[in-house]
């Protein structure tokens, strides 16, 4: 296939578009844009620069994706979005540049933005992640692998969601979201281990029996000292597991504080 275009798009002549891009009626592609080969554009997108798009990326009617970031810090210096490949942005998701020409944003690949999401400034998602409708994340927040965000839940700047985690519908994040963990509630706390999600992924029972264990330890008593029981579980074999290993790792590095 060749690139087509509707005859109603504007495609600036400052844009590199790839092989076999489609792009529908009334979209905008701006200065600077890159697009990856298979791309799709449905009807109506408006796509800024300077940013990047990797391979197969889809994006629905009114997504609006490289905006300007909101930040008022901002000083019109040229800021860069990245995004990998076979990602589906849907109706009316907006995703922002960085803030600055060191920070980009940053987007993986395989993500599913599902409608009305908004990815801020500076924000760094990895791969598999569903955003699901109306998702605020805002600026400088990190989503890794594999991470669900259920519907109108809003997160605080500078949070991170970890891997294998999702967050209920409605929730009000303003602490890091610990990987593997199901995450609820307005503000949320941690209410236990995303066990079937693990097991759709492949995860061993003894993976989620370390990580149960692990759990237990760290969340279930919410009022204990959490220093106390990281230093508890490391000294047992669950402790030593991959999985919880990095469990542990991601709470110490914490710097807003863990949800539980």
């Known amino acids: 296939m060749r690139t087509v ?28 844009v890159v697009l990856g080969d298979d791309c799709v554009l449905h009807s109506h997108v408006v796509l800024e620069g300077p940013s990047k798009f990797g391979r197969g990326n889809e994006f629905y009617p009114f997504a609006a994706i490289g905006g300007k970031t909101q930040d008022l810090k901002y000083q019109g210096e040229p800021t860069l979005l990245e995004v990998g490949d076979f990602n589906q942005f849907r109706e009316n998701s907006t995703v922002h540049r960085g803030t600055h020409d060191h920070t980009p944003t940053r987007i993986g690949s395989h993500n599913l933005i ?4 908004h990815i801020a400034h500076d924000c760094q998602l990895g791969d598999h992640i569903i ?52 995450v609820d509630g307005n503000p949320a706390s ?25 759990y ?3 969340f279930l008593k919410k009022d204990g000292n959490l220093a106390q029981s990281i230093s508890s579980l490391k000294a047992t074999h669950d402790g030593d597991t991959p999985q919880v290993a990095h469990l542990i790792h991601f709470i110490e590095e914490s710097q807003r504080g863990v949800t539980r």
């Open 5 to 32: 275009i509707h005859p109603t798009a504007i495609v600036s002549p400052l844009a590199t578009l790839g092989a076999n891009v489609r792009i529908g009626p009334y979209c905008v592609i701006g200065d600077d």
């Open 114 to 117: 599902l409608c009305y999401s």
């Open 131 to 182: 955003l699901s409708n109306t998702v605020g994340l805002a600026g400088h927040v990190t989503v890794e692998d594999h991470a669900i965000i259920s519907g109108f839940a809003a997160v605080h700047q500078f949070c991170r969601i970890g891997k294998h985690s999702i967050i209920g519908g409605c929730s009000k994040v303003v602490q890091d979201v610990p990987p593997f963990m199901i």
């Open 190 to 214: 941690t209410r236990g281990l995303n066990m079937v999600g693990l097991q759709r992924r492949g995860f061993s029972e003894d993976d989620i029996k370390s990580l149960k264990a692990a």
């Open 216 to 218: 237990k330890k760290l």
